[in-house]
C-alpha cells in the first residue's frame, strides 16, 4: 500500500515557468513532510521540508504548501531553470521512540526546458 | 565532512551469486537506512537501524536479503541467491535521530547499481 501519492510522474515546464508537484497521504500520525531533489547518478538531497503546524514554508524559489484537513501538501518551483531538472520525491514520516521510518512518493521527473 | 558513502559503486553479478553491499555512514549518525530504487520508481524502504535498538526489517522483500550493522557505524546489506529482479540501485542513508535541529534529515549516498545477469 502506497503511504504516499505523488503526481505527475513527469513534468516538462518552460525556464522562466512555475512547477508544482503534489503528494497525498493517508496516516494523520504523519508529522514531518520533506521534499528530497534527484540528479543522475547521485543520491537524494534534501531540498525543504514542512511540519503540520505551519501551512506553507519557503525557501528561495522553493516553496512547500501544507493542507493538513485535505492531507495533501505540494512543492512550488518559482522561476523555473534548466539546472531545476532532476527527479523530485516527496515523503512523510513520524517520529516514533525507536526513531523515524520515512515513506517517500514514486517520484517526479521535472524537466526545465531553456 | 565526509558524508556517506558506499561501495561498490556499481556490482554486476550472475543470478544465483550472493552480493555484499556496504555503506559507511556519516560519523555520529545514530540512524541508517537502506532503501531500493528501481529504473523510475520511488525509493522502497528495506531496512533500518537505530542505535543498539533490534532493526526494522519490515521491508525486506524476502529472506535472501538481510543487513547487519556492526559497533553502530558500518552497514552491510547482503543478497543471497540473486535474481534478475533484484537489479536496482540500492541506496543508504543516515541521520541523526534524537533531537536537535537535524532530528529528521537524512543523508543519503550516491548508491550502488546492482546488475544481476
Known amino acids: 500500500q502506497q503511504q504516499v501519492k505523488q503526481s505527475p510522474q513527469s513534468l516538462i515546464v518552460q525556464k522562466g515557468g512555475i512547477s508544482i508537484i503534489n503528494c497525498a497521504y493517508e496516516?494523520?500520525?504523519?508529522?514531518?513532510f520533506p521534499w528530497y531533489q534527484q540528479f543522475p547518478g547521485k543520491g537524494p538531497a534534501l531540498l525543504i521540508a514542512?511540519?503540520?503546524?505551519?501551512s506553507e514554508k519557503k525557501e528561495g524559489r522553493f516553496t512547500i504548501s501544507f493542507n493538513k484537513s485535505a492531507k495533501q501538501f505540494s512543492l512550488h518551483i518559482m522561476d523555473s531553470q534548466p539546472g531545476d531538472s532532476a527527479t523530485y520525491f516527496c515523503?512523510?514520516?513520524?517520529?516514533?521512540?525507536?526513531?523515524?521510518?520515512?515513506?517517500f512518493g514514486t517520484g517526479t521527473s521535472l524537466t526545465v526546458i531553456p | 565532512g565526509a558524508g556517506v558513502s558506499q561501495s561498490p559503486s556499481n556490482k554486476v553479478t550472475e543470478k544465483g551469486k550472493d552480493v555484499e553491499l556496504r555503506c559507511d555512514p556519516i560519523?555520529?549518525?545514530?540512524?541508517l537506512y537502506w532503501y531500493r530504487q528501481s529504473l523510475g520508481q520511488g525509493l522502497e524502504f528495506l531496512i533500518y537501524?537505530?542505535?543498539?535498538?533490534?532493526?526494522?526489517k519490515s521491508g525486506l522483500p524476502s529472506d535472501r536479503f538481510s543487513a547487519e550493522r556492526t559497533g553502530g557505524s558500518v552497514s552491510t546489506l547482503t543478497i543471497q541467491r540473486t535474481q534478475q529482479e533484484d537489479s536496482a540501485v540500492y541506496l543508504c542513508?543516515?541521520?541523526?535521530?534524537?533531537?536537535?535541529?537535524?532530528?529528521?534529515?537524512?543523508?543519503f549516498g550516491p548508491g550502488t547499481r546492482l546488475t544481476v545477469t
Open positions: 542513508a543516515s541521520s541523526l535521530a534524537g533531537g536537535g535541529k537535524h532530528l529528521y534529515e537524512q543523508y
Open positions: 496516516n494523520t500520525a504523519f508529522d514531518y
Open positions: 514542512i511540519r503540520p503546524d505551519v
Open positions: 515523503a512523510a514520516s513520524r517520529f516514533r521512540n525507536t526513531g523515524n521510518q520515512f515513506y
Open positions: 560519523s555520529g549518525h545514530t540512524a
Open positions: 537501524f537505530q542505535g543498539n535498538s533490534a532493526p526494522d
